[in-house]
Nanobody, 126 residues
């Protein structure tokens, strides 16, 4: 059974940075995508970033491109989302999820990701 555990969420000021972590276990597929999503109450999940399990071909939403970066530590089975220049619009519950794309191309579509973590809250104030 796939298990994902997010951590690192916090309350910060605009302009500051945060690193979210996603510890993954139980993946039996030989290849997969790791996606980061966020959700604000009353709105749909927004795909933020996605990357192939090898780390290649990262895909970012336009709203975070140039500010957010995905990385991973394969030895720890942990993925990271580095978030810089945070704005109040980045306030949301952040989730990581595993799923699939097309080859190494990973999509930002919720339906491609069947396994999810419990989320970690990020709050950004002016």
């Amino acid at each position: 059974q796939v298990r994902l555990v997010e951590s690192g969420g916090a309350s910060v000021q605009a302009g500051e940075s945060l690193r979210l972590s996603c510890a993954v276990s139980g993946v039996t597929r030989s290849s997969f995508c790791l996606g980061w999503f966020r959700r604000v109450p009353g709105k749909l999940h927004e795909g933020v970033a996605a990357v192939y399990h090898t780390g290649e071909d990262p895909n970012y939403a336009d709203s975070v491109k140039g500010r957010f970066t995905v990385s991973q530590d394969n030895a720890k089975n942990t993925w990271y989302l580095d978030m810089n220049k945070l704005t109040p619009e980045d306030t949301a519950m952040y989730y990581c999820a595993t799923g699939w794309g097309s080859g190494s191309r990973c999509y930002l579509t919720r339906g491609n990701y069947p396994s999810w973590g419990q989320g970690t809250q990020v709050s950004v104030s002016d």
